[in-house]
Every structure is written in structure tokens, then in C-alpha cells.
């Protein structure tokens, strides 16, 4: 049984990212997805609309994905990989490049994005609208 990854925040959950796990389903018969904490977030400088627990939740109820693990850290994907003997680390292409390192414990795909939707261009879309 071939097991895919990929990480994110999967904040205000969106068609493009039900088309990148369902694309994840393709490569491999389990998907594996690591959502970013709260705590993670804060640590890259970013804030989730919707908090870590309801954000998980929304991931477990799709039909495409079989296991939903916290994202804590930059440095767990390694030893994610290994201990879920993960086939296939999969990421959206703008990541395109910056996680080739684990290619060398499993292959590395970078998805192209859904054309014309992405959680940024809705949040900047709210922020306009609320400030007309």
C-alpha cells in the first residue's frame, strides 16, 4: 500500500484544497494529512481564521483522507515520513523546490494549485469587502 503526505494550514477550507487531496488519493491508497497548530502558526507569523481543532475536523470528515496528524514543527516531516513509512510527500507547486531534502526517503510532487482560488485571495477578498 503506497501512503502520501502533505502538510498546511488548510485554513477556510476551499475547493482547491479538496482537489489536492483528492489528486493525493491518485498517488497513493492512504492519505496522510499534517494540519499546522495554533502554535505552529504563531511561529511562522501566521494566524488561522478557523482554529487548529475545527480545522482538523473539517480535514477528517474528507472521504480522501484516511489520517489527520498535528503539524507542530518545520522538522517533523522526517520523522513523519518514517514512521508512518510515508511513499509519497506531496505539496502544492508554489512550494515547488523547497523540500526536495526528503527526496532522498521518499518521493517528492508538487501539485499545481487550483487555477483562480486560494485561501489568500479570500482573505484579502474579506478584507476589502469589510472595508467598503
Known sequence: MKTVITYGTFDMFHVGHLRLLERMRELGE????????DEFNALKGKRALVPYEERRE???AIKFVD???????????????AE??????VMGC???GKFDYLSNICRVVYLDRTQG???SAIKQALILQAAK
Do not use: G, M
Not at 489527520?68 to 517533523?76: A, D, F, G, Y
Open 84 to 89: 508512518h513509512a510515508v511513499d509519497v510527500f
Open 30 to 37: 492512504q492519505v496522510i494529512v499534517a494540519v499546522s497548530t
Open 94 to 96: 508554489d512550494w515547488a
Open 117 to 119: 482560488i486560494s485561501s
Open 58 to 60: 473539517i480535514i477528517s
Open 67 to 81: 489520517l489527520v496528524i498535528p503539524e507542530c514543527s518545520w522538522e517533523q516531516k522526517e520523522r513523519d515520513i
